[in-house]
Nanobody, 122 residues
Framework: VQLVESGGGLVQAGESLRLSCEYS????????IGWFRQAPGKEREYVAA????????EYADSVRGRFIISKNNAKNVVLLQMNGLETEDTAVYYC????????????????WGQGTQVTVST
């Protein structure tokens, strides 16, 4: 599966952004699609994930209640709606495809997109 992220940018604290992860590839394999982020000098951090059917979602504690992940199978896209952005949310955001394993562990993911930069200013 191939993944392409888009939608990053520069916003002020309290504002919103919506990231997109377009996926394409092997239809016979079902994947969990997860969002992670990585700030300079830090490890890649789990943000949220959604199952292949778009029904089951899971969030990191740091974003629960502010971010919403959704999946549109007709359009082959996973969205991450980010509301109430904080300066601590500044990072490169990556989407990844997971064939099996714990959703929150980056090493379990089989492939990644190129990332999109999100910068939140005060």
């Amino acid at each position: 599966v191939q993944l392409v992220e888009s939608g990053g940018g520069l916003v002020q604290a309290g504002e919103s952004l919506r990231l997109s992860c377009e996926y394409s590839g092997r239809a016979e394999t079902t994947y969990v699609i997860g969002w992670f982020r990585q700030a300079p000098g830090k490890e890649r951090e789990y943000v949220a994930a959604v199952d292949w059917n778009g029904i089951i979602t899971e969030y990191a504690d740091s974003v629960r209640g502010r971010f919403i992940i959704s999946k549109n199978n007709a359009k082959n896209v996973v969205l991450l709606q980010m509301n109430g952005l904080e300066t601590e949310d500044t990072a490169v955001y990556y989407c990844g495809a997971l064939a099996g394993g714990t959703w929150r562990i980056a090493a379990n993911y089989d492939t990644w997109g190129q990332g999109t930069q999100v910068t939140v200013s005060t």
